[in-house]
């Protein structure tokens, strides 16, 4: 399956939709990228230099996500960045975040693993309940609890991105987890926890017993097993896309003349020598025992 990079210079990216669209700026710190599943849709960009509080909502959620993502690269691949430091677990060469993977995971869940929208929804507001005690900052001093910040989401668009929908469900998890984890470094709970505390919140996802289903609100019995059937699923994919992005080079392809921009990450983890010998093992070289044929005598 080919996956078209990110901009160079990638930013967590706007969207609250795959049908809208609104390119904004929090307090001059970041300026945030069209990702290409969104230009596929056909959104229309709005630009302003005085970002609305919905639009000012819409980036600190996005950073959110990709925050709560690169805690996710770092368990899956670790490396010396300060989120493998952080929860540790590190290497001394780079690792899934370096790679980017945070932009890959978003970007897939986005786009590859469809959540109808009513449900998606109603999950998220059953996860702001449990995180009332998070807040974003939205400048000038103002900040606003993310289950709070939820509702006016939801008030303005009809649908919110399943990669937000998995930061949400990861970082209820983690102060499930660790309580504690509700203040530190970095913007996420989930980014928060020991290497040790991450397998927990993932073991807690591949098997959802009750504290999981009681975190995501009331669940209509018709849907428990589709709800239940689909965070398993996100659990797969999270480990599944956070292995894949790390090794792959989709963080710096050039889609528009097939070419690389810079030596991927993955290439410096498995030693790859693209202009030079491979290393081998003779392990299945030849044959075994001289044998050249079998039976199953």
């Not at 049908?19 to 596929?40: D, E, I, M, W």
């Not at 960045?81 to 001394?92: H, I, N, P, V």
């Not at 289903?213 to 896309?241: D, E, N």
């Amino acid at each position: 399956m080919a996956c078209p990079p990110p901009d160079p210079d990638d930013k967590p990216p706007i969207g609250l939709t795959r049908r809208r669209f609104a390119s904004s700026a929090v307090s001059g710190a970041c300026a945030l990228a069209v990702g290409p599943a969104v230009v596929g849709h056909g959104a229309v960009i709005a630009q302003s230099t005085q970002p609305s509080r919905i639009e000012r909502l819409q980036a600190q959620f996005n950073l959110l996500a990709r925050d709560t993502l690169a805690g996710v690269s770092a368990f899956a691949v670790p490396g010396n960045d300060l989120y493998s430091l952080w929860q540790g677990l590190s290497t001394f060469q780079v690792g899934g975040v370096a790679a980017r993977n945070d932009a890959f995971l978003a970007f897939m869940f986005d786009n590859y693993l469809p959540l109808p929208p009513p449900l998606g929804n109603s999950l998220a507001i059953g996860l702001g309940t449990p995180l009332r005690g998070l807040s974003l900052s939205l400048g000038d001093g103002l900040t606003l609890n993310v289950g709070s910040a939820l509702t006016e989401l939801l008030n303005a668009y009809d649908s919110l991105p399943l990669a937000l929908v998995v930061a949400l469900l990861l970082n209820a998890l983690a102060l499930t987890v660790q309580p504690a984890s509700l203040v530190g470094p970095f913007l996420s709970p989930f980014s928060r926890l020991s290497w040790k505390n991450k397998a927990r919140v993932l073991e807690l996802l591949e098997n959802p017993g009750p504290e999981v289903i009681q975190l995501m609100g009331p669940v209509p019995g018709s849907l428990l097993k589709t709800v239940i059937g689909y965070v398993q699923l996100i659990a797969v994919g999270l480990l599944a896309f956070a292995g894949f992005g790390s090794y792959s080079e989709w963080s710096v392809l050039d889609p528009s003349t097939r070419t690389l921009r810079a030596r991927p990450v993955g290439w410096t983890l498995s030693k790859y020598q693209p202009a030079g010998p491979v290393e081998g093992w003779d392990d299945f070289k030849g044959y075994y025992q001289g044998r050249r044929s079998a039976s199953d005598a």
